[in-house]
């Protein structure tokens, strides 16, 4: 694209042989014409960038699978972007290369300050675009970190807000789940569920055992095939007790599943432990000691007053 400058000289040119070369008219056309370069500069970068870059990045997100709301802001970015790029493009055809140096250094030194200004604020952005990438998590899974638990509501690109199972909302900035150990249970389509038993050290194990893995096969929302059997394992001798190790498996896990069947297999154990006698124990401690008297009369004083 020819430059404003190059232009406005060729239309004065033209304008001279016709004798028409007054100061005022050639400036008033150079003026038009660099205004109407930049202005269609500016149209055709945007109209050019809009239909194929952002039209592009919106594609690549969709094959990644990433959901609506995540999509939005990236391109929100990539759009403005397209309109830096338009901008700097339209100064340079209309010849402004002074001013674009100018605000090169300007943008730079900005760049720099804001940079430092906002440190947590870029690196929670940076993290949101971690998280929209990975998907480590998606809005309506069950999460757990840091000692917090809930399920997302939102996520944005500086925080991810957390509805708690005490329906407290939490919001939380993207670094904090991106620099630690997020646990997503119900990523899979099925999910494994331990539970230990405590049995008394003079009950039968094996029935014990028995009890479990056919309380396990009757609930019906408990898997029972091959890969997801549920199976029991002795991993405990503690101090009073005994301890049988339920795995069981379920599938497509959610937090109001998760408790529920459990809360169902546990109680079904629990009855069938009773109605076989056999017991789950609780911690007993025994003190060991005693009192030496060496003047009673002293003590039956003491209890008098």
């Known amino acids: ?38 202005v269609g500069t500016l149209v055709l ?45 339209a100064f340079g055809a209309a010849g402004f290369t002074g001013f674009l140096t100018s605000l090169a250094t300007i943008a730079a030194a900005a760049t720099l300050a804001i940079g430092f200004a906002m440190q947590d604020i870029l690196k929670n952005f940076v993290s949101g675009i971690f998280i929209f990438a990975d998907k480590p998590f998606r809005m309506g899974d069950w999460i757990e970190w840091d000692g917090n638990s809930g399920v997302v509501e939102d996520i944005t690109l500086r925080v991810t807000r957390v509805r708690t199972f005490d329906n407290e909302l939490l919001t939380v900035p993207n670094s904090d789940l991106t620099d630690g150990v997020v646990k997503n249970p119900v990523a899979k389509e099925t999910l494994r569920v331990k539970f230990v038993f405590g049995i008394g050290y003079d009950d039968d194990i094996e029935r014990a055992t028995d009890i479990i893995l056919e309380e396990a096969r009757n609930h019906p929302r408990i898997l029972n095939e091959e890969g997801h059997e549920p199976s029991v394992r002795l991993t405990e001798l503690a101090d009073s007790s005994v301890g049988l190790q339920s795995r069981i498996w379920i599938r497509d896990p959610t937090r109001a599943d998760f408790v529920k069947i459990r809360g169902e297999y546990v109680t079904a154990v629990k009855q069938r432990f009773d109605e076989a006698g ?4 609780y911690p007993v401690r025994t003190l060991d000691g005693g009192i030496d008297i060496t003047d009673s009369a002293q003590l039956a004083d003491a209890a008098d007053d």
């Open 45 to 89: 970068v945007l109209l050019v960038g809009r239909l194929l870059l952002v039209s592009l990045v919106d594609r690549v997100l969709k094959s990644r699978d990433l959901d609506e709301h995540a999509r939005k802001p990236l391109l929100k970015v990539t759009f403005y972007l397209v309109v830096f790029v338009a901008i700097t493009a």
């Open 1 to 38: 694209m020819a430059s404003a400058a190059g232009v406005a000289a060729t239309v004065a040119s033209a304008l001279a042989q016709l004798g028409l070369n007054n100061q005022l008219v050639q400036d008033v056309i150079g003026l038009a014409i660099t205004v109407a370069t930049f």
């Open 278 to 281: 056999i017991d789950i124990p």
